[in-house]
Structures are given as structure tokens and as C-alpha cells.
């Protein structure tokens, strides 16, 4: 049986004051790349590895992301793991955005105030298509380690125990 986190990723924390490897129990999986910006010391360790400006610079970190994420897997450090496993994915759907959107900008125009922190287009409308085909190369290469993270047996098993270890604590947090 699955379990599911019980509560989206928490933006309310304090991130400057909180490091993760010590408090642990504070930590949200949340969705996708949700907090991969925020979550120290790991943010600190895995984003200067974090390129894909070329198919090589994106082979070369995304190989240093997931033996990151194996170290952490290997120290039993989830938290680290997840990050690094967003990483990955943050290397995919950022090139991705490249590779459509030479400039990275995929839509026109500022966010309305009243759309600010929601997802999607935010009610702007979306700027032509630009392929790079460089950048699609190298969003092929993070979408594949990834993919490797997200299905590796050891992390999903953590992934299983840390929520429910922590997802009760989590439901009192607010």
C-alpha cells in the first residue's frame, strides 16, 4: 500500500534558520521540485553541480546529482536523496523550458498580481515555440537519471518509511 504525504510542501518554514539534515521531521516531500530551492545544507551541496547549458555539461551533472544521490541514499539521509532526486527533475523541466523557449521565457508579459504563486500560465499567454535541440538533448540526459532516482527500489522504500514516520507530525505542524 502506497501512503501519500498528508500535506503539500510547506513555504511557512523559517529555511534560512533550519537545516534539514538535523531536523529532519520538518522536511514535506510536497510535489515535484516543490522547496529543491529552499532545503539546506542540501540546496548548497547539489546546486553548483546543477547545469545543462550542453548535452555534456548536462551529462556531467546529472552524473554528479545522482551519485550525490546515492551517497545520500547510502548514509540513509532521505531528505538529501529527495533533493537530489529534484534536482534531477529540475534539470529536466528547466532544460525542457530552453529547449522550447531559447530564452527560457515561456510567457508574455509580467504575472497579474491576482495570479501571483498560483501554477500554470497564470492567464498570460504563451510565447511561440523556439526548439533548441541542444537543450532537448540535454533534457534527455537529466530525464534519465531522474527517472532513475524516482524508480530506484532503496529510495522508494525511504521515501514509504519517512512518510509514515513524519506525516503525523507534519499534520500538527500548522
Keep these: 500500500m502506497k501512503i501519500k504525504p498528508s500535506k503539500a510542501f510547506n ?8 537545516n534539514f539534515r538535523e531536523n529532519p521531521a ?3 516531500v510536497g510535489k515535484g521540485e516543490q522547496g529543491v530551492l529552499l532545503v539546506e545544507p542540501y540546496k548548497s551541496e547539489i ?3 546543477w547545469k545543462f547549458k550542453t548535452p555534456d555539461i548536462a ?3 546529472s552524473d554528479k546529482i545522482y551519485q550525490l544521490f546515492q551517497e545520500y541514499l547510502a548514509q540513509e539521509d ?4 529527495d533533493m537530489a532526486r529534484k534536482f534531477l527533475q529540475m534539470g529536466y523541466t528547466r532544460s525542457r523550458r530552453y529547449a522550447n523557449h531559447r530564452t527560457g521565457k515561456k510567457y508574455k508579459g509580467p504575472v497579474p498580481d491576482d ?4 501554477s500554470g500560465a497564470h492567464g498570460r499567454k504563451e510565447l511561440p515555440r523556439d ?3 541542444e537543450k532537448a538533448r540535454s533534457a534527455e540526459i537529466f530525464k534519465e537519471k531522474w527517472q532513475l532516482a524516482k524508480e530506484n ?3 522508494k522504500e525511504m521515501k514509504e518509511n519517512f512518510i509514515a514516520t513524519y506525516s503525523s507530525k507534519q499534520t500538527s505542524d500548522q
Design 11 to 18: 513555504y511557512e518554514l523559517d529555511f534560512e534558520k533550519i
Design 26 to 28: 520538518q522536511y514535506r
Design 47 to 49: 546546486l553548483p553541480y
Design 59 to 61: 551529462k556531467e551533472s
Design 78 to 81: 532521505f531528505v538529501g536523496a
Design 115 to 118: 495570479k501571483k504563486g498560483q
Design 131 to 133: 526548439p533548441d535541440p
Design 153 to 155: 527500489a532503496t529510495y
